[in-house]
T-cell receptor, first 110, second 116 residues
Framework: GQNIDQPTEMTATEGAIVQINCTYQ??????LFWYQQHAGEAPTFLSY????GLEEKGRFSSFLSRSKGYSYLLLKELQMKDSASYLC???????????FGTGTQLKVEL | DAGVIQSPRHEVTEMGQEVTLRCKPI?????LFWYRQTMMRGLELLIY????????DSGMPEDRFSAKMPNASFSTLKIQPSEPRDSAVYFC??????????????FGPGTRLTVL
């Protein structure tokens, strides 16, 4: 089966940098996604990693180490609107079935 | 593009009643997914379709749940009879192709179901 672990909650200050970690244990790993979900809304796509290394998209970056079963999402120059749940998800096998972690609730404070 | 469309947005029903949730995927997307989200269990995949054919329904909780996709632009998730423990937000998502960034799934706004 699949096992994906993320911290339940994190708090950070506006303007700071925060790193949200995700570890996974899966068979047939294909790739890893990060989604953002604001309260009462649908998850929205943030990033995708399939190879080892860092993918940067503006204020958000995501890192993957396939050998360690580890990923992180890095958020820079935090804004209040970044307060949301961040979901780590992996795809395995030949299809694009996503298995989600339980999410990390990030609170950005002044 | 209008994105993934779901209806109704909110549904309140009584235990034992039949509930039907509807989804229209993004035009041209080959894959359609049904998820359920609760505080306790997070986001769980119930079933997904490829080209209107059910591929994996291992996440469907029990026989009370059924899903259909009669054509490329419409899918339903039915619960009969409904129970209070079915209360959750149900999301529909669609994606274009398997493999790589094309796996990206786009979610609808969800249906918040409350079973009294």
């Amino acid at each position: 089966g699949q096992n994906i672990d993320q911290p339940t909650e994190m708090t950070a200050t506006e303007g700071a940098i925060v790193q949200i970690n995700c570890t996974y244990q899966t068979s047939g790993f294909n790739g890893l996604f990060w989604y953002q979900q604001h309260a009462g809304e649908a998850p929205t796509f943030l990033s995708y990693n399939v190879l080892d290394g860092l993918e940067e998209k503006g204020r958000f970056s995501s890192f993957l180490s396939r050998s360690k079963g580890y990923s992180y999402l890095l958020l820079k120059e935090l804004q209040m609107k970044d307060s949301a749940s961040y979901l780590c998800a992996v795809t395995t096998g030949g299809g694009n079935k996503l298995t989600f972690g339980t999410g990390t609730q990030l609170k950005v404070e002044l | 593009d209008a994105g993934v469309i779901q209806s109704p947005r909110h549904e309140v029903t009584e235990m034992g009643q039949e509930v039907t949730l509807r989804c229209k995927p993004i035009s041209g997307h080959d894959y359609l997914f049904w998820y359920r989200q609760t505080m306790m269990r997070g986001l769980e995949l119930l079933i997904y379709f490829n080209n209107n054919v059910p591929i994996d329904d291992s996440g469907m909780p029990e026989d009370r749940f059924s899903a259909k996709m009669p054509n490329a632009s419409f899918s339903t998730l039915k619960i009969q009879p409904s129970e209070p423990r079915d209360s959750a937000v149900y999301f529909c998502a669609s994606s274009f192709v398997a493999g790589g960034p094309g796996d990206t799934q786009y979610f609808g706004p969800g249906t918040r179901l409350t079973v009294l």
